[in-house]
């Protein structure tokens, strides 16, 4: 009997000794599911880690539980194959589902939604077969992607293709290696056999998914085309929308890497390998999935080969307007700027965890003057969702919930590529409103934390590692000379990059505010302990 908890179809057919732990099982069968939906699949994704298992998996799981839907999604894995290898297959692809209450209680629950997980590997006959065979079904009516923004670009910064996309614009469908590829040769196969309708949705958290996936997918094709590897008529077929749709869609939900006391907690209550792995592309997964309990999904509803009944799991089913209304609330305003925020000056003032910033007087209020005061009034009102609602939500719910193990250092990654439309849209919009942004005061000290985190030195003098960004070495450079301590180093380095539309979307002197944020980054470097009493000074 010592496999009573093990996370496995046999495992859990043991349901005295889950219950007895507080953990919920699936009430359909998960056996049943699995073997219909690989006969008739209806709903494959890829990109299949940590958001996807919880939430994506957690909507299919909720379709089954309510009878509404009888199938699951199929998994595939477009990058770390070690996912399907060690996460997947040992667990009979169950994911244990952990949400983490702000009053410090766990929710925990099997979910059996998905039902197949598949590496997609065009050099891998077995693979590769079973991927066109789900596409040749015209039954199939979405393909959805987690992939995170990378997963679509073509190109460098110099607009040249990469050399893994040349290779296979050359090599044609059949040695598909990247993502939009392999998408790409996927819906020529589905255009071969039956040329049925098909949904393409990103869930990836970048704005304008749906029209990033899209350019992607169809310049592949057309690169194709012009190596005489596919026809005009599959030209036609991707880009006619009443048959590949590529819906825009907003996603929302924190989810950190697997936390060490999820896992113990998990073995504590009986059930066994529940250790966190990294796989060798560095993907930080657990047969578990830690996250927090608030969770947004708006998609555009385009589907032309009919879909399952999301709206019934939560997920807001709308038109393309609202979904970049939502968007833009989102990460404009009511989240993505405060978390920035919290990042720079966290790994500044030696924080670990982003809830901690919340008990910080100073930063508690930068944050609230960014959303409330600064960002509130130039936000445009999706509707479905209320930007107040929202906006008081992740100020007293989400960034303070000491149980989710998230961190400034994480937050902080490519922060060069998030300004422009974290402030930059806010910006822009007092520009256009008020002719200036002058008034503000917050979104200014953010920008200049930022310029000041750049050096690397904490506020106590101690230096510390930047998170990974790709400008970090061109950022460095224009901030050359400057030490800490001594003001007249600053002799107007931060001029090049604060007019820099490219990464703020806006020439921040143009808007009225580069002065400022000059007077503010100097405060910054006065000496140890100057970057809390700017902080102090302004809020």
């Given at each position: ?10 495992g859990?057919?043991n ?12 009430s ?6 699995a073997?219909?939906?690989?006969k008739?699949p209806?709903w494959v994704h ?5 958001i ?8 299919a799981?909720?379709?089954?539980e ?13 990058f770390?194959f070690?996912v399907v ?27 059996g939604?998905?039902t197949?997980?598949?590496k997609?590997?065009?050099?891998s006959?077995?693979?590769?077969e079973?991927?066109?065979?789900i596409?040749a079904?015209?039954?199939?009516q ?6 995170t923004?990378?997963g679509y ?8 293709f990469?050399s ?9 469908p059949?040695?598909a290696t990247?993502?939009?590829a392999?998408?790409a040769?996927l819906?020529?196969?589905?255009f071969k056999?039956?040329?049925a309708?098909i949904?393409v949705v ?6 304008h ?9 169809t310049e592949m094709?057309s690169?194709w085309?012009?190596k ?5 008529d ?5 880009n ?11 996603i929302?939900?924190?989810?950190p890497r ?11 209550a ?13 993907t930080?997964?657990a ?9 947004y999904l ?9 879909r ?18 939502v968007e833009?609330?989102k990460?404009?305003?009511c989240?993505?700027p405060?978390h ?18 919340m ?6 209020e ?7 005061s600064e960002g ?7 509707e ?6 929202f906006v008081?939500e992740?100020l007293?719910v989400?960034?303070?919930n000491?149980?989710?193990p998230d ?11 998030k300004?422009?439309?974290?402030y ?18 917050a979104i200014?000290?953010?920008?200049a934390?930022?310029c ?9 003098g101690?230096s510390?590692?930047?998170s990974?960004d ?8 224009h901030l ?15 001029k090049?990059?604060?007019?820099n ?5 806006i020439?921040?002197y ?9 007077e503010?980054f ?5 000496g ?9 000074k302004?809020?």
């Amino acid at each position: 009997m010592e496999d009573i908890m093990k996370l496995s179809i046999n495992g859990i057919k043991n349901t005295t000794d889950w219950e007895k732990a507080g953990i919920k099982l699936p009430s359909y069968d998960v056996e049943k599911v699995a073997e219909d939906t690989k006969k008739s699949p209806v709903w494959v994704h890829f990109g299949i880690g940590n958001i996807f298992r919880i939430f994506i998996g957690g909507i299919a799981d909720s379709l089954l539980e309510q009878g509404v839907s009888d199938k699951g999604i199929t998994c595939v894995e477009t990058f770390d194959f070690d996912v399907v290898d060690k996460i997947y297959k040992p667990f009979d692809n169950l994911v244990m589902a952990v949400t983490l209450k702000e009053d410090g209680n766990t929710e925990k629950k099997v979910l059996g939604s998905l039902t197949e997980a598949i590496k997609a590997q065009s050099y891998s006959q077995k693979e590769w077969e079973r991927l066109k065979e789900i596409f040749a079904d015209p039954g199939l009516q979405m393909v959805s992607f987690t992939i995170t923004e990378k997963g679509y670009a073509l190109k460098d910064s110099k607009g040249e293709f990469f050399s893994f996309i040349r290779e296979d614009i050359d090599n044609g469908p059949e040695k598909a290696t990247s993502a939009m590829a392999v998408t790409a040769a996927l819906l020529y196969e589905r255009f071969k056999a039956c040329k049925a309708p098909i949904a393409v949705v990103s869930m990836d958290n970048c704005s304008h998914n749906g029209e990033k996936l899209r350019n992607s997918i169809t310049e592949m094709v057309s690169e194709w085309n012009k190596k005489g590897f596919v026809g005009n008529d599959f030209v036609d077929y991707v880009n006619n929308e009443e048959l590949v749709s590529f819906p825009w869609s907003m996603i929302d939900k924190i989810t950190p890497r697997p936390a060490d006391s999820v896992a113990k907690a998990l073995e504590e209550a009986g059930v066994e390998d529940m250790s966190p792995v990294i796989t060798s592309k560095k993907t930080y997964i657990a047969p578990f999935v830690n996250a927090e309990g608030p969770q947004y999904l708006v998609i555009e509803d385009r589907f032309p080969n009919g879909r399952p009944q999301l709206e019934k799991a939560g997920v807001f089913m709308t038109d393309r307007q609202t979904v970049n209304k939502v968007e833009r609330m989102k990460v404009t305003t009511c989240l993505n700027p405060l978390h920035t925020a919290l990042a720079v000056y966290g790994c500044l003032l030696g924080y670990n965890l982003i809830a901690d910033e919340m008990k910080d007087k100073e930063l508690s209020e930068l944050v609230r003057r960014i959303g409330l005061s600064e960002g509130m009034p130039v936000v445009i009102n999706p509707e479905i969702i209320s930007p107040q609602k929202f906006v008081d939500e992740v100020l007293n719910v989400r960034i303070p919930n000491p149980f989710m193990p998230d961190t400034p250092q994480r937050i902080a990654t490519d922060t060069s590529q998030k300004v422009g439309i974290r402030y930059g849209e806010t910006i822009k919009s007092y520009v256009a409103k008020d002719g200036s942004a002058k008034e503000l005061i917050a979104i200014p000290l953010a920008i200049a934390g930022w310029c000041r985190y750049l050096l690397g030195i904490d506020d106590n003098g101690e230096s510390f590692e930047l998170s990974p960004d790709p400008m970090a070495d061109e950022l460095k450079k224009h901030l050359s000379g400057i030490k800490i301590g001594d003001i007249s180093s600053y002799t107007g380095q931060l001029k090049n990059l604060l007019s820099n539309a490219n990464i703020f979307g806006i020439n921040l002197y143009e808007a009225g505010i580069g002065d400022k944020i000059e007077e503010m980054f100097v405060e910054e470097i006065a000496g140890k302990g100057a970057i809390r009493n700017t902080l102090k000074k302004y809020l």
